[in-house]
């Protein structure tokens, strides 16, 4: 019995209970894309979108779509598909005057994570802008939903269970803010959302996403 309750224990840990709790993520409708993301915004403004196909196929491996809205002084904020900082994809994104910039990452360790080519991305222009106060970016990621390796073991999304994402953000400009590849320094802050991703299932992904 003691270690049914550490295995769910451990299980809940990782993300990988049965919506068993609360998800801090809420259904949107977003009148941009037409699609239905699941949304979360952090304590600092920062908000946190994803969209996915419905049904997602046997091998778990599709497209995805990221939509972020944040202050743009922000430095830069960063979203890691697996919901910790290292072996998953990173999406980090930032302002450069009205453009908004993103670049595709992995870290190997607590240190300057490079660029990631296993994980390619489409920024759509519908959804992604710069105003006032806040950039915009919406994009497709193909490679954000499996990824690993025969030595670190595979992961992947499944919108039948709860999902651990995580985010970060610096309130510190990154090196080069023209270049994707630039440097940047490490998050002022952090935090590990909980997602309901069976909200965030849209039966039209392919078609409506192909045509934005
Ligand atoms: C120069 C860039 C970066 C440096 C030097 C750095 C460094 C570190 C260090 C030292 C820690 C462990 C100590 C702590 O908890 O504060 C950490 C944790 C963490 N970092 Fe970074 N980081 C960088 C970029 C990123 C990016 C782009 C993300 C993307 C979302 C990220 C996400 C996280 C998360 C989620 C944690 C919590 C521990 C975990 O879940 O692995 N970091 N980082």
């Known amino acids: 019995m003691q270690l049914i309750q550490s295995v769910a224990r451990v299980a ?7 919506r068993q709790f609360e998800p801090d993520s809420s259904p949107y ?15 600092r403004g920062i908000t946190f979108r994803v969209a996915i196909p419905d049904p997602v196929p046997e091998d778990k491996v599709f497209d995805t779509l990221l939509q972020i809205v944040a202050p743009k ?7 890691a598909w697996g919901g910790s900082m290292t072996y998953n994809p990173l999406t980090v994104v930032w302002a450069d005057g009205d453009n908004v910039v993103l670049s595709s990452r992995i870290a190997y360790g607590y240190f300057s994570p490079p660029e990631n080519p296993d994980a390619q991305y489409t920024v759509l222009e519908t959804g992604t ?52 590849a630039s440097n940047f320094g490490i998050h002022d802050s952090l935090g590990h959302p909980i997602y309901d991703l069976a909200t965030a299932q849209n039966a039209n992904f392919d078609e409506v996403v192909g045509a934005l």
């Not at 002084?73 to 979203?79: I, P």
């Not at 990824?147 to 510190?172: H, I, N, V």
Request: one cysteine or more; aromatic letters at 14%.
């Open 29 to 43: 409708e977003d009148p941009e894309t037409g699609l239905t993301f699941a949304s979360y915004t952090s304590d």
């Open 129 to 180: 802008h710069v105003n006032e106060t806040h950039f915009q970016v919406t994009a497709k990621c193909t490679g954000c939903s499996r990824w690993g390796d025969e030595d670190t073991g595979y992961t992947e999304l499944d919108p039948a269970y709860q999902t651990t994402f995580a985010f970060a953000y610096s309130e510190t400009p990154v090196e080069t803010p023209s270049d994707p």
């Open 12 to 18: 809940a840990f990782l993300g990988l209970a049965r």
């Open 73 to 79: 002084e922000l430095g830069w904020v960063g979203w």
